[in-house]
C-alpha cells in the first residue's frame, strides 16, 4: 500500500493564469519565473506548460540545464547571475540571459573568452537594497557593459520592488519613481514587476513583466485569496485519514503535549506533516478540509503526520480525503496560520509525495 499524502498539479489553471498575466499586462513581454523547481510544482513540467512565455527566470544554472535538457529554447535568465567565472562557460554553451548586479560580475566577463554575445540584464538597486548597483553609479556601470565586447549590446534594465504585496506601501512608489527617472533617457528595454507589481503597478509594466507566485494561482497581494484576482490555485496537496481515536478530557494530543481535550472527543490522524513539506510551525487551529468539511488541526505536525479535531466532521472514517491547501482551502490561508507566506510552502513540498498532473487540454 503506497502512502496517501500526494500533490495535485492543475496545468490546466496554470495556462488560465498565464492569460491572466497576458490580459493584466498586455503590451509586455512575459518572463516566467520557474525558480526552486517552479515553486514545487516542478520546472520542466511547467515550462512545457508555459510555452508562450518570451522567456524564463532561474536561480541557478542547475536549472537552466533542467530547461534547456527538456528542449526549451527561449531565453532563461539567471536571475543572480553567474556565481563564479567558470559558470560562464556554462552560460555559452547554454546561451542563458544573465543579471549582473556587482562589479565583480563585470570583472568575470571581463576576463571571459567567447564568442557568445551575453545578453545582460542590469539591475539596479531602487530601494530593496539585496541585489544591485547603486543608482548613482548606473550610467557609468551601462557604458561600461557596452563596451566589454562579448555582451550583446541592448541591456535590459531591471529592478524590483520591495513590498508590492502592500498597496500601502510607500516605499513602492518611490522606486517606480527613481526606476522611471533614472532609465527614461537611456534607450533600453526595462523591466520591474513581480506578481504583486503587475496586479497593482500597472504604470510600471515596461517591456518585461516577471510573473512568479500568480502563474502558480496564489495571490500576491497581502490579505488577499487567488479568487480575489481570478487565479486558479495550480497546486493541491491531499492525504486521507488513517486513523481516529477517542481520547478523554485533559489528555494531551501529540508532541510536546501542548494540545489538551476540552472533553471526550474524537481525534483524527492525517498522513501527512512537515517531511512531506506541511508546515510544522502551522498552528492549532488552522483549517484542514476533510470530507469537504471544514476541520482544525490539533497539537504540532509531527514529521509524516498530523492530528485533527473531528468533532463536527460526523461520520468520518479511515481513508476519507482530506485536503491541505488547493481549490478548496486557500494556501495563502493555510501560510497566515503558520506565520510564513504561500511561496514558502510551495516551495516546500517534497519530492517525496506522489505527484497527480491535471490537463483538460
Ligand atoms: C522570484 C522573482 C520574481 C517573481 O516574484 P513573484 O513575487 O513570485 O511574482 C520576479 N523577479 C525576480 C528578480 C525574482 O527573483
Known amino acids: ?110 576576463r571571459f573568452q567567447s564568442d557568445y554575445q551575453i545578453p545582460v540584464w542590469l539591475k539596479i538597486d531602487t530601494g530593496m537594497h539585496r541585489l544591485g548597483f547603486d543608482v548613482g553609479s548606473i550610467k557609468q556601470v551601462h557604458e561600461k557593459l557596452l563596451s566589454l565586447k562579448n555582451i550583446k549590446d541592448e541591456i535590459v534594465l531591471m529592478s524590483h520592488y520591495a513590498d508590492a504585496a502592500n498597496p500601502d506601501a510607500s516605499i513602492t512608489k518611490t522606486q517606480s519613481t527613481k526606476f522611471q527617472e533614472l532609465t527614461q533617457n537611456l534607450s533600453c528595454k526595462r523591466s520591474m514587476c513581480n506578481s504583486a507589481g503587475i496586479i497593482n503597478q500597472s504604470n510600471s509594466h515596461y517591456d518585461y513583466v516577471r510573473p512568479g507566485l500568480m502563474l502558480y494561482g496564489v495571490s500576491p497581494i497581502n490579505n488577499k485569496v487567488s ?20 481520547v478523554n478530557k485533559g489528555d494531551t494530543v501529540g508532541y510536546g503535549a501542548t494540545w489538551r481535550c476540552p472533553e471526550d472527543m474524537p481525534v483524527g490522524i492525517v498522513a501527512i506533516g512537515y517531511g512531506d513539506g506541511y508546515p510544522r510551525h502551522a498552528k492549532s487551529g488552522t483549517p484542514v478540509m476533510i470530507n469537504g468539511l471544514q476541520a482544525q488541526l490539533i497539537g504540532h505536525p509531527s514529521m509524516d503526520m498530523i492530528t485533527v479535531d473531528l468533532r463536527g466532521i460526523s461520520g468520518a472514517k479511515i481513508g476519507d480525503p482530506v485536503e491541505l491547501w488547493g481549490d478548496n482551502l486557500p494556501v495563502e490561508l493555510v501560510a497566515k496560520h503558520a506565520e510564513t507566506i504561500a511561496y514558502e510552502l510551495l516551495s516546500g513540498v517534497h519530492k517525496r509525495l506522489n505527484v497527480n498532473i491535471y490537463d483538460e487540454d
Request: glycine share 4%.
Open 227 to 246: 479568487s480575489d484576482f481570478d487565479l486558479t490555485p495550480v497546486m493541491s496537496l491531499h492525504s486521507e485519514l488513517i486513523a481516529i481515536k477517542s
Open 1 to 110: 500500500m503506497s502512502r496517501p499524502a500526494k500533490v495535485n498539479i492543475n496545468l490546466t489553471a496554470l495556462r488560465k493564469n498565464f492569460s491572466r498575466v497576458k490580459n493584466l499586462a498586455p503590451k509586455s513581454s512575459i518572463l516566467s519565473v520557474v525558480k526552486a523547481d517552479a515553486y514545487g510544482h516542478g520546472l520542466s513540467r511547467v515550462a512545457e506548460t508555459l510555452q508562450q512565455s518570451d522567456a524564463f527566470g532561474v536561480a541557478c544554472v542547475e536549472e537552466a540545464i533542467e530547461l534547456r535538457d527538456a528542449g526549451v529554447d527561449r531565453p532563461i535568465l539567471l536571475l543572480e547571475g553567474p556565481f563564479t567565472f567558470e559558470e560562464l562557460t556554462l552560460v555559452a554553451a547554454l546561451k542563458l540571459d544573465i543579471v549582473v548586479h556587482h562589479a565583480e560580475q563585470i570583472k568575470m566577463i571581463e
